[in-house]
């Protein structure tokens, strides 16, 4: 029997829920050019910990649970990119240490191609690619006001962040990676689908579509729904669905930026990242009013995950 277990989290700082929470890290950006500086963050489920970066690849400026990650330069004769590792370890007395691992992609020559948001836009009526190892999906609801703020925060965090994510694509294989989709009801008249025009023409009606697909009872959105197939031929399985239509708007930026991020982290090939991915936005939620300055002023935000 399906078991639904719903996740209310309203700055609380607790494991709970069975299940140890555990060290969580993410970097800036996922991809970077050789000898360019990353910051990396990372959030231990309560305060006291010593923080110690290492990496296989340049060097990690500062300390803390915040650093600069200055990639190393390129040498002759070496692959001009590649899979770079920083790895974070917390301590704190009387605890066994944490542990978490960061992965950036690293090109020799970085140039962003523009418009390659392009390819994860889904257009009324047509399928999603097939092959990816994740489906992921922004899915937002009409409104006035703050809603339509929330929404317009959502859809540039959006762009902002998925124009890097799609450079793995051509370094790593479709099941390795989560591909995010955002409804649309036009074809965009360029390459470059900025975030001002999927405003303008976001699907509300494929979104409800969607929607109508998960169980339990939709809220006002804006949502963030993952599932190992794609959505649109979901019956049933492994499903998580963040739900920030009670984060402010100016907030909702840092947790599209997440998501994405801690998605990028995980290899889809494996059994358990989709549970792995779960627990980490799920310790985020917990901890973020304490560990992220964005987020000082009391929030809250809902996680469903369905086994």
Not at 36 to 61: C, H, K, M
Not at 223 to 231: D, R
């Amino acid at each position: 029997m399906s078991v639904y277990r719903w996740m209310f989290l309203c700055v609380a700082v607790s494991g709970g829920y069975g299940q140890e929470l555990p060290l969580v890290c993410s970097p800036a950006k996922p991809v970077a050019a050789s000898g360019e500086a990353v910051q990396l963050t990372a959030w231990a489920p309560a305060e006291g910990f010593v923080y110690r970066w290492s990496t296989n690849d340049g060097r990690i400026e500062g300390e803390g649970r915040q650093v600069l990650w200055r990639l190393g330069e390129s040498k002759p004769g070496e692959p001009k990119s590649g899979t770079k590792t920083a790895t974070v370890e917390a301590t704190r007395e009387g605890q066994a240490p944490l542990s978490c691992k960061i992965e950036v992609f690293v090109q020799q020559q970085f140039e962003v191609r523009r418009g390659s948001p392009r390819r994860y836009l889904l257009e009324r009526w047509t399928p999603e690619e097939k092959g990816y190892g994740l489906y992921s999906y922004l899915l937002l609801t009409q409104g006035d006001g703050e809603m339509q703020e929330r929404n317009r925060k959502i859809i540039e965090a959006y762009v902002s962040r998925i124009v890097a994510g799609w450079e793995l694509r051509s370094s790593l294989l479709l099941q390795n990676l989560n591909a995010i989709f955002v409804p649309v009801d036009a074809e965009p008249p360029n390459e470059d689908a900025t975030a001002e025009w999927i405003f303008k023409h976001y699907d509300y009606r494929n979104a409800r579509q969607l929607l109508d697909r998960l169980p339990g009872p939709p809220l006002r959105g804006p949502y963030l729904v993952s599932t190992k197939e794609p959505l649109s031929q979901y019956t049933g399985g492994p499903l998580l669905n963040l739900d920030v239509s009670r984060v402010p708007a100016r907030v909702v930026p840092f947790w599209m930026d997440e998501f994405i991020a801690q998605g990028e982290q995980e290899r889809w090939d494996q059994p358990r990242s989709l549970s792995m991915f779960e627990l980490k936005l799920r310790t985020l939620i917990s901890i973020a009013a304490d560990g992220v300055p964005v987020t000082q002023n009391a929030m809250t935000a809902v996680l469903t995950f369905l086994k």
